[in-house]
């Protein structure tokens, strides 16, 4: 009988991936593989590499990360095809996915489709960045009536001051794509002393960040999480 698995791998250390996420990759007849360039290995792959077994099958598709619309959803159509002919075979897909699958997963772009097919994944949770992120720094993201919300990077930020306003705690993943303005909006609220980032949390590239009053000029990697605490780091 087919079924899809959308699996969480973590955040990057191939020991936080979790028990039954393991299990499933181990037994799956397809895993599947979402990556930006066809000349560039997968992250969420690469985590999972110490579980796929040497003979399984993995199938890889291209989700560029570009502008064009049009060329994404191209993209996204030619691999839920890809996967509804595969489960019309019967066959077991995971499809592997970078920190959580609920949290700017790229399968999301392809429930749709799939579901109109008549097939419906499991989704299977995983450590997410921001809590790796939370652990490898040592700061709690949130504690008693505290409030906290999560951002992503690549938004124009222009509600950010209202944001901050309206939290104790932000979480912005992708931080480093447009660095340079959260930069001037913290500096404007006194708060660069209240944020930090880290770039590949929990991997062997591991950055931490935590003084921010010199870098806005600095680039930074995609995986890149900023945490802006209001009430003070530890």
């Known amino acids: 009988m087919s079924k899809l698995y959308v699996l969480g791998v973590g955040p990057g250390d191939s020991e936080l991936v979790t028990v039954k996420a393991i299990n499933l990759i181990k037994s799956a007849d397809v ?9 560039r290995a997968s992250v969420a792959e690469e985590i999972a590499l110490p579980y796929i077994e040497d003979d399984a099958k993995v199938k890889r598709y291209v989700f560029p990360m570009v502008n064009d619309l049009a060329v994404k ?30 949290i700017f997963c790229t ?9 109109q097919a008549g097939f419906k994944a499991e989704i299977v949770p995983a450590v997410s960045s921001f809590t790796a992120f939370s652990a490898v720094t040592g700061n709690r993201i949130v504690e008693d009536k505290e409030r906290f919300c999560v951002v ?22 992708k931080a480093g794509i447009k660095f340079s303005a959260i ?11 209240n944020s930090l980032m880290v770039s590949n949390a929990t991997m062997e590239n591991q950055q931490i960040f935590d003084d921010l009053s010199e870098l806005r000029d ?5 995986f890149t999480t900023m945490l802006i605490k209001k009430g003070g780091l530890k």
């Open 152 to 173: 992503s990077g690549i938004e124009d930020f222009d509600n950010l001051p209202q944001i901050i306003d309206l939290f104790d705690t932000i979480i912005i993943m």
């Open 73 to 102: 959803q191209k993209a996204w159509q030619a691999a839920a095809e890809d996967m509804v002919r595969m489960l019309n075979e019967g066959k077991t897909l995971v499809y592997l996915t970078l920190g959580d699958p609920t």
């Open 183 to 193: 930069y001037d909006i913290l500096k404007a609220k006194n708060l660069l002393e």
């Open 218 to 222: 600095e680039k930074f990697g995609y």
């Open 31 to 39: 895993i599947v593989v979402p990556r930006t360039n066809k000349d």
């Open 107 to 115: 399968y999301m772009y392809l429930d749709d489709m799939i579901n």
